[in-house]
């Protein structure tokens, strides 16, 4: 404890307390914690499952059984997240090859596995320094159990870049997939749902992130369809930038300093 004194102007020998004030300050340690961006990675991927979540398909035209059986399957082979770039190819190479899904020797492009949808994220990405967000550096505090502060929340928002590659055997089907993301994604937006959360931990605790579409009504797809030199595979791509906080925790430890106003008395 910290005690210190402050007097006015002295009109004799004898100080006279007029109040004691216990003021409760933070004193940085020196630790510091940044939050993960795989957290918002693994978020922002399951959220988009959401967009078929409801879908139904009532047309019984055999064109349509291919979209109808994957709106059936797992969400693990409805969507792949982070273990292969955006180029389609390669893609379903590796992916055959590594035996993931219903595995076939990694020469065949496996279109019992498809549709399927590649999420991808180059590692690069750039702090956020538009006018929609601002750094907050007194975001939040950090509580024990007992109500005393062992932690201050500094806030920042990273600019992050996600290839989504849609990837079928048919036009048709792959039409079907991307009309059903896009008006999902659109009607959000429509609604004020621009948004998404992400769970993480930090400074021993669990906390949420926020994700931003930066840009939630622009859903344009580009073809990005392999030669049709060996296997008939179609493909549309379309890129989803999010503004997502990244958080910083610096430990403190709680100070208290006792101050003292005095006055002169005659």
């Known amino acids: 404890m910290t ?41 922002f991927a399951n959220g988009l499952l959401r967009a078929f979540d409801g879908v139904v398909v009532t047309d019984e035209r055999r064109s349509n059984l291919p979209f109808s059986a994957f709106l059936k399957r797992p969400a693990n082979e409805q969507i792949v997240f982070g273990q292969f770039d955006n180029d389609v190819r390669r893609f379903l190479s590796a992916r055959n090859a590594a035996e993931v899904g219903r595995a076939v020797p990694a020469k065949s492009m496996n279109p019992a596995a498809l549709p399927v949808i590649n ?17 907050i550096e007194d975001f939040a505090n950090l509580k024990d159990g007992a109500g005393k502060t062992y932690a201050t929340i500094s806030c920042m928002h990273a600019l992050l870049n996600y290839d989504i590659a849609f990837i079928s055997d048919e036009k048709k089907t792959l039409s079907s997939m991307c009309t059903a993301f896009g008006t999902w994604m659109r009607l959000r937006a429509n609604s004020g749902i621009t948004s998404f ?70």
Do not use: W
């Open 3 to 43: 005690k210190h004194k402050i007097s006015s102007d002295c009109m004799g020998p004898s100080d006279a307390l007029i109040a004691r004030l216990n003021m409760e300050g933070l004193e940085p340690t020196g630790g510091r914690e940044v939050s993960d961006l795989s957290d918002v990675d693994t978020a």
């Open 197 to 266: 959360v992400a769970k993480t931990k930090i400074a021993y605790s669990d906390v949420e992130l926020s994700g931003f579409f930066e840009f939630p009504k622009d859903i344009d797809f580009t073809d990005a369809s392999p030669p049709a030199d060996e296997d008939r595979i179609f493909a549309n791509l379309i890129q989803v930038s999010v503004i997502a906080q990244v958080l910083v925790a610096y430990s403190v430890r709680p100070t208290n300093t006792v101050v003292e106003v005095v006055s002169g008395v005659r």
């Open 119 to 135: 999420v991808s994220r180059a590692p690069g990405f750039s702090f956020y320094s538009g006018e929609q967000f601002r750094d």
